[in-house]
């Protein structure tokens, strides 16, 4: 399973990115879908997860209201539409996916991207 998170870039704090996750070598609908986030000097931290279906989402509380994850199971990608952007939004974005759906826990994930950069100037 391959994973390609694209969409990152530099933007003003106030604004909006949407990232995408394109993945390939699985079906696609049957895998559950995590962003998680990686700051310089910190640990990485989850994000939002959804569920195969995607009917069920699952957020970290800080970030609820800002962030929206999404998928299009025909189009094999997943999307984390991120507004109002701040610059402790400032990381490296990574998707991930695997059979636990709305997991918040990296080690339940099996597949991992490259992660984007994002980078929110104040």
């Known amino acids: 399973v391959q994973l390609q998170a694209s969409g990152g870039g530099l933007v003003q704090a106030g604004g909006s990115l949407r990232l995408s996750c394109t993945v390939s070598g699985r079906a696609f609908s049957n895998l559950a879908i995590g962003w998680f986030r990686q700051a310089p000097g910190k640990e990485r931290e989850f994000v939002a997860a959804?569920?195969?279906?995607?009917?069920?989402?699952n957020y970290a509380d800080s970030l609820k209201g800002r962030f929206t994850i999404s998928r299009d199971n025909a189009k094999n990608t997943a999307y984390l539409q991120m507004n109002s952007l701040e610059a402790e939004d400032t990381a490296r974005y990574y998707c991930a996916a695997g059979a636990r759906d709305l997991s918040d826990r990296i080690q339940l994930y099996d597949y991992w991207g490259q992660g984007t950069q994002v980078t929110v100037s104040s």
């Open positions: 959804i569920s195969w279906s995607g009917y069920a989402t």
